[in-house]
């Protein structure tokens, strides 16, 4: 889901009960959970499994900072394609994640 202005009806990211743009009114909409990679990180030095942080820019538009995972991380590249899967974070929120498509 990805918030939209009722206003200005421009897409953003992160979830805002009022619009980045011109603080109208939002409301969720479901989105494609498809993207590319504007940029990433790969963390190797912290400890014994590397991790791959990276701003997905989402098919819809908007930039959103996340985590790139069940991949080969060294084949990320910026301009990727890739898709959004969903993690169980121990307090049972549902937390997303993309990998390569
Ligand atoms: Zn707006």
Redesign the pocket.
């Known amino acids: 889901m990805i918030p939209r202005?009722l206003?200005?009806h421009?897409l953003f990211w992160y979830p805002r009960p009022q619009?980045p743009?011109?603080l109208?009114d939002t409301k969720l909409e479901e989105a494609s959970g498809i993207g590319t990679v504007y940029t990433f990180s790969i963390t190797r030095r912290a400890g014994p499994i590397p991790y791959c942080i990276a701003y997905v820019e989402l098919a819809e538009g908007p930039l959103m900072l996340t985590n790139i995972a069940e991949c080969d991380l060294d084949a990320v590249r910026i301009g990727s394609p890739v898709h959004v899967y969903f993690r169980e974070a121990p307090n049972g929120a549902r937390v997303p994640y993309f990998t390569l498509s």
């Open positions: 202005c206003s200005c421009k619009c743009f011109c109208g």
